[in-house]
């Protein structure tokens, strides 16, 4: 579908569903500036920046996404859902955008189609396109028969998002930071018997809190990109919410007028905040990730300190491998890999599905060097639904191990994966050779 239809549809949908609104943030200031620069000073270097956002709260009471026993329908909205991007363009042809949203998870489907359609609309490789939800449990079950309207939309609506972040590029500095929060907690308790779906404080977790830093020509922030490795599942009532993570969001936007938050789930599978099951730990947990964030970034810092400033070539390398199952009659799952290095600075790797935590943990001990990138891992990346356990949980057996007949050797078929793709993305060719 061309670009211009695909805008026609989001405006019929937009008619069906009055909240259907693209916004694109603000970037007045920097766009003028960028029109201020000779083509030849912007391609020779320097990195820029574009934010975009799209508010996805469904209109009508559709199916609720993540808890099976809930089957009735969605019946008010706490909090407004949003779908956001960013745009990063090194200056000498690399570019990435990461889409984030409040959303269960990014069916193969939904990330294909909008993948072909981004690419066919703007050029840009599918390997350099991340889409990330943020495993809310309080958003639609997109893939519900009685959504289909509401899944037309939302495509539309990301590719239109992923166009308007591009055409808001302008001079941008973008520095990494990292912190801490600890609401993290391991939800797999051992008994005699078996692995119980319960918090465990002595199971491993990821508090990690990476955090991107997007500041205008001017030193302005503009934009934060964020990561936490935890469950959305503060809340299960029936009220559209984007949980701990929609609140981060929110106090970092609130809080720095001019800023758009973007959430990246990490590797979660295994992980759930607590305490839960109560409005106010869900707004707790917000306030305590946007805090880790603010002093990742020291956000009232400018020039930053206790940041690396990212500089050089943006490089992504995207790979379907297939992952067995020990049910040798069922076809393998093709799962996607993807790597996405920014310069010296950042290797952010992005896995398929609910990763359980000791992914996250694995590859940064085999990928972190004293004077090598900061190593980001996402979860919830352009594939879902359904656990990606490793291969400790599998023999371990217990709720995340038991969604699909895993074979146990899938945990070295994605860490040798990610080897491959940080390889390649080590080269100029990168890009170009996984497109
Ligand atoms: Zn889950």
Excluded at 127 to 153: K, M, Q, W
Excluded at 312 to 339: M, N
Aim: glycine share 10%.
């Amino acid at each position: 579908m061309s670009d211009r239809a695909g805008t026609r549809d989001l405006r019929a949908c937009a008619s069906r569903l009055a909240s259907c609104v693209v916004v694109a943030v603000a970037c007045t200031a920097m766009r003028v500036e960028s029109r201020g620069l000779a083509a030849d000073e912007v391609a020779g270097g320097g990195w820029r920046a574009g934010v975009a956002v799209v508010r996805i709260t469904p209109e009508r009471p559709l199916p609720m996404a993540g808890y099976a026993g809930r089957k009735e329908p969605a019946e008010g909205t706490e909090q407004d859902l949003f779908a956001k991007a960013i745009a990063l363009d090194d200056g000498a042809g690399g570019r990435t955008v990461w889409i984030t949203l409040d959303l269960i998870g990014v069916t193969a489907e939904l990330r294909e189609a909008v993948a072909r359609r981004v690419e066919e609309a703007v050029g840009l490789a599918p390997a350099a396109l991340l889409i990330n939800a943020s495993h809310t449990h309080c958003g639609p079950e997109y893939v519900h028969a009685d959504a289909a309207d509401y899944r037309r939309f939302l495509e539309d609506a990301l590719v239109e998002l992923a166009d308007r972040a591009i055409a808001e590029l302008a001079p941008a500095t973008v520095a990494f930071g990292s912190a801490r929060a600890a609401f993290a907690m391991n939800r797999r308790t051992p008994t005699r018997e078996r692995f119980l779906n319960h918090p465990n404080p002595s199971g491993p977790v990821d508090h990690a809190v990476p955090v991107l830093g997007v500041r205008d020509a001017q030193g302005g922030l503009r934009g934060l990109v964020f990561g936490y490795a935890c469950h959305n599942t503060t809340m299960g009532f029936r009220r559209w919410l984007g949980d701990y993570a929609g609140y981060a969001q929110r106090y970092l936007e609130e809080d720095h007028p001019g800023v758009t938050a973007l959430f990246m789930m990490g590797c979660g599978g295994d992980q759930n905040p607590y305490p839960r099951s109560e409005l106010k730990y869900a707004e707790r947990h917000g306030r305590t990730l946007a805090t880790a964030v603010e002093a990742a970034i020291e956000v009232n810092q400018n020039p930053p300190r206790h940041q690396r400033v990212v500089s050089g070539a943006i490089r992504t390398a995207l790979e379907t491998i297939e992952l067995p199952f020990t049910d040798t009659l069922r076809p393998p799952h093709r799962y996607p890999v993807q790597v996405i290095r920014l310069g010296d600075a950042v290797l952010l790797v992005a896995l398929g599905m609910e990763a359980t935590v000791d992914y996250a943990l694995r590859i940064k001990t085999e990928f972190v060097t004293p004077d090598g990138p900061a190593v980001w891992v996402a979860g919830y990346s352009n594939d879902y639904p359904g656990y990606v356990p490793s291969r400790r949980v599998l023999l371990e057996g217990g709720y995340e191990a038991e969604s699909r007949p895993w074979d146990p050797g899938v945990e070295e078929r994605i860490i040798a994966a990610v080897h491959r793709l940080a390889d390649r993305t080590r080269s100029p060719t990168g890009t170009a050779a996984s497109r």
